[in-house]
Nanobody, 126 residues
Framework: QVQLVESGGGLVQAGGSLRLSCAASGRTFSPYTMGWFRQAPGKEREFVAAINWSGGGGRTSYADSVKGRFTISRDNAKFTVYLQLNSLKPEDTAVYYC?????????????????WGQGTQVTVSS
């Protein structure tokens, strides 16, 4: 069983930055592929970024809409994954969710993930 707790959301002006954190609790962390998703009001939850488990080389993946602006990273010793959000736009406004999936998974597919956090709100004003 893994519990995920996101933090770091808030209100920021367009062009600003935020750093989201997701702390995991459980017996292990490095075998999990970690992902970030977001859901805006009235829209479906969508893939943002993912970082493979350690055995998968820690490769990162990004949605086209955030490529070059967001950076995902992980600290296996701290059981934590991060999402650095730069050059934020009003359309980035959403609840951001952290998710964990065992081993090698299709990172953009919601049901591939086994555990989800409760989410943290990011609001970008114009």
């Amino acid at each position: 069983q893994v519990q995920l707790v996101e933090s770091g959301g808030g209100l920021v002006q367009a062009g600003g930055s935020l750093r989201l954190s997701c702390a995991a609790s459980g017996r292990t962390f490095s075998p999990y592929t970690m992902g970030w998703f977001r859901q805006a009001p009235g829209k479906e939850r969508e893939f943002v970024a993912a970082i493979n488990w350690s055995g998968g080389g820690g490769r990162t993946s990004y949605a086209d809409s955030v490529k070059g602006r967001f950076t995902i990273s992980r600290d296996n010793a701290k059981f934590t994954v991060y999402l650095q959000l730069n050059s934020l736009k009003p359309e980035d406004t959403a609840v951001y969710y952290c998710a964990a999936g065992w081993g090698t998974i299709r990172v953009g597919v919601l049901h591939e993930y086994d555990y989800w956090g409760q989410g943290t709100q990011v609001t970008v004003s114009s």
